[in-house]
């Protein structure tokens, strides 16, 4: 599959699709680029190539800088009628969250507003020490996160530490924001690259029904009551087990040296 976009570049090799972000001067999130990433979201869930979603941005100062304002500011100012289904931005990012592909954000600049908001709809976040920042800023101009950061942020580091980011306003560095959960780690800006690379290799490489069914069980358990989610985790388990590669890669795990003590102490024994 070709890919041709104005604003995104796209390399796809070992089923690893890397986009690259290039939006001067600040990757700023307008019309043009949510088109453009809402596109290459709907392209790549459709690529049977592809199986982890790398972002990336070609600018080392800005991932995403933050959503358009003055776009905001043609909104309309007398709304006051409760929405009956998810805006065009939501419908964007829930495609990430729920495609059967992972998708990963690499970052090692700037991702304000509507940037971090983009980055938490992803399946996973690392950040470059020094170099990455995120902020949810949308408080001190009168408005609050409305692309999911409310929502996103609290059931990944908590209700408490939420209210500090959004409330708060200010610039969190990489180092704050693995502890506080924001991010999956971070690291040193020589190492980022090469770890997040060898992890959507890896990734990757294992069958697309077991990626597409761990992700499917773990976002309808987030929604679900613990005896319903489990319910549903076992159901998307059984359909693993109606693969025939499944049933290969088993006897391919045993052959290697699978549940013997000298082998498993060197570690699992995946299937070559």
Same mark, same amino acid.
């Given at each position: 599959?070709?890919?041709?976009? *104005? ?7 070992? %089923? ?11 990757? =700023? ?14 392209? =790549? ?28 500011? $043609? ?12 805006? @065009? ?32 709809? =992803? ?12 902020? *949810? ?9 409305? %692309? ?7 059931? =990944? ?14 610039? @969190? ?7 506080? %959960? ?12 090469? @770890? ?43 359909? $693993? ?25 060197? %570690? ?5």
């Amino acid at each position: 599959m070709s890919y041709d976009f *104005q604003l995104l570049s796209v390399a796809v090799a070992e %089923g690893v699709a890397t986009v690259t972000i290039e939006h001067p001067p600040i990757n =700023l999130f307008d019309l043009a680029l949510m088109d453009e990433i809402g596109r290459v979201g709907e392209a =790549l869930a459709a690529d049977d190539a592809v199986r982890v979603i790398v972002f990336e941005s070609a600018d080392p100062e800005f991932f995403i800088a933050h959503a358009d304002v003055e776009l905001i500011q $043609t909104l309309p100012a007398d709304n006051r009628a409760r929405p009956e289904e998810i805006s @065009f931005f939501h419908q964007m990012l829930e495609l990430y969250r729920n495609m059967p592909k992972v998708s990963i954000g690499k970052l090692e600049g700037i991702a304000r507003g509507g940037g971090s908001e983009f980055l938490l709809a =992803l399946d996973m976040r690392f950040a470059a020490l020094g170099r990455a920042v995120l902020s *949810q800023p949308e408080v001190a101009i009168g408005i609050i996160p409305g %692309g999911g950061g409310c929502v996103r942020l609290p059931r =990944l580091i908590g209700r408490g530490r939420a209210l500090e980011v959004i409330l708060g306003c200010e610039d @969190f560095d990489a180092a704050t924001a693995e502890r506080y %959960g924001y991010v999956n780690r971070a690291l040193a800006p020589a190492t980022l690259g090469p @770890f997040v690379d060898n992890l959507a290799r890896r990734i990757a490489g294992f069958p697309a029904h077991a990626i597409a069914g761990a992700k499917a069980a773990i976002n309808n358990g987030e929604a679900l009551p613990i005896e319903a989610a489990l319910l549903e985790e076992e159901h998307c388990f059984n359909l $693993t087990l109606c693969e025939p590669e499944t049933r290969a890669l088993m006897d391919r795990f045993m052959a290697n040296g699978g549940q013997t003590r000298e082998v498993e102490l060197q %570690g699992i024994p995946l299937p070559d």
